[in-house]
């Protein structure tokens, strides 16, 4: 009881308290987005990036840490596609998006606060490293292959499909704040001291401001229908996938800290980027919109069962 009291309600009250404030309409959509831009698009790349730039890069990109994590989200996403091919009729694209929901799990805005609550800021060297990886990964491999489902009878060659690619990663600020903070990691470059305090002073305001932001933005994705579908992607989110890395995790040997990083993690709801893939390409909207609403609410349940698990 004390895990949900003291690590996960804190992060969903916050979450809780703009979707209130956005069902009261104290802040109107406008508000909303405008905070989700913020932390987004500044905030959250600052956190980022002083992450990186100050993360033990040889000892927290450990193979076995990475490639629990990751195998748990291809597998949980190569069952999602299957299951909605074969089960649920979908058609190939609206498929792909279902899978993208189904392995990308909200590493940011619950994995990042829910770790820390419940093992320290020392615990999250793995959390970073899991982050700095997902989102191009991720988009890499979900763009690349809806694309090449696009271009089927386009004829669009190669170089033109990879430009489009990397276009869209490049394009995520996101990404631009992880590979700037590798840079200044890899490079030793020091950076000025009113630049670090200027970017300390965003860190401290990206994490509450994208939980609020957040839980406003999740007022607008009701559960309308294909509920087995939706059932079956949060089945595979909150269970399949933190599963797998539990178990490979014990098999590779991961440290305790590793551990913890890499099945909380694995154990957090899909984030609203995945609903964005999906509206990006205009397929399977409403499994994934609701998906993201369902699953974020059950995570209170479900991710206080993975820590009492947990070492």
């Given amino acids: 009881m004390n895990a949900l009291l003291d690590v996960i309600l804190p992060v969903f009250l916050?979450?809780?308290?703009?979707?209130?404030?956005?069902?009261?309409?104290?802040?109107?959509?406008?508000?909303?987005?405008?905070?989700?831009k913020f932390a987004q698009n500044f905030a959250v790349p600052c956190l980022l990036f002083r992450s990186m730039s100050q993360l033990d890069l040889a000892q927290s990109f450990d193979p076995a840490l990475l490639t629990s994590f990751y195998a748990g989200a291809f597998g949980a996403g190569a069952l999602a596609y299957a299951g909605a091919r074969l089960?649920?009729?979908?058609?190939?694209?609206?498929?792909?998006?279902?899978?993208?929901?189904?392995?990308?799990?909200?590493?940011?805005?619950l994995g990042l606060p829910i770790t820390e609550r419940a093992y320290g800021a020392d615990a999250l060297a793995g959390n970073y490293a899991i982050?700095?990886?997902?989102?191009?990964?991720?988009?890499?491999i979900g763009i690349s292959l809806m694309e090449?489902?696009?271009?089927?009878?386009?004829?669009?060659?190669?170089?033109?499909?990879?430009?489009?690619?990397?276009?869209?990663?490049?394009?995520?600020?996101?990404?631009?704040?992880?590979?700037?903070?590798?840079?200044?990691?890899?490079?030793?470059?020091?950076?000025?001291?009113?630049?670090?305090?200027?970017?300390?002073?965003?860190?401290?305001?990206?994490?509450?401001?994208?939980l609020f932001?957040?839980?406003?933005?999740?007022?607008?994705?009701?559960?309308?229908?294909?509920?087995?579908?939706?059932?079956?992607?949060?089945?595979?989110?909150?269970?399949?996938?933190p599963a797998i890395t539990y178990g490979l995790?014990?098999?590779?040997?991961?440290?305790?800290?590793?551990?913890?990083?890499?099945?909380v993690t694995a154990a957090m709801a899909p984030g609203v980027n995945a609903f964005l893939f999906a509206n990006m390409y205009g397929v399977a909207k409403r499994v994934a919109a609701s998906t993201v609403l369902l699953a974020t609410g059950a995570t209170i349940l479900t991710a206080w069962g993975w820590l009492h698990i947990l070492p």
């Fill in 148 to 210: 090449i489902l696009r271009s089927k009878g386009e004829g669009l060659a190669k170089l033109a499909l990879t430009r489009r690619v990397t276009r869209a990663i490049l394009s995520q600020p996101l990404v631009l704040g992880i590979l700037s903070g590798f840079v200044v990691n890899l490079s030793g470059l020091p950076l000025p001291g009113v630049l670090t305090s200027a970017v300390d002073m965003m860190v401290k305001a990206a994490i509450p401001a994208a």
């Fill in 14 to 36: 916050i979450l809780g308290a703009g979707y209130f404030a956005a069902w009261k309409n104290i802040v109107d959509a406008a508000a909303v987005d405008g905070v989700m």
């Fill in 87 to 109: 089960f649920f009729g979908r058609p190939p694209m609206d498929a792909l998006a279902i899978a993208f929901v189904a392995s990308f799990s909200n590493t940011l805005l």
């Fill in 213 to 241: 932001g957040l839980g406003g933005v999740l007022l607008r994705y009701r559960p309308e229908g294909d509920m087995k579908t939706i059932a079956f992607v949060c089945g595979l989110t909150l269970i399949l996938h």
């Fill in 249 to 263: 995790g014990v098999l590779l040997g991961l440290s305790v800290d590793q551990m913890r990083s890499a099945v």
């Fill in 131 to 140: 982050i700095a990886v997902h989102s191009p990964l991720m988009y890499g």
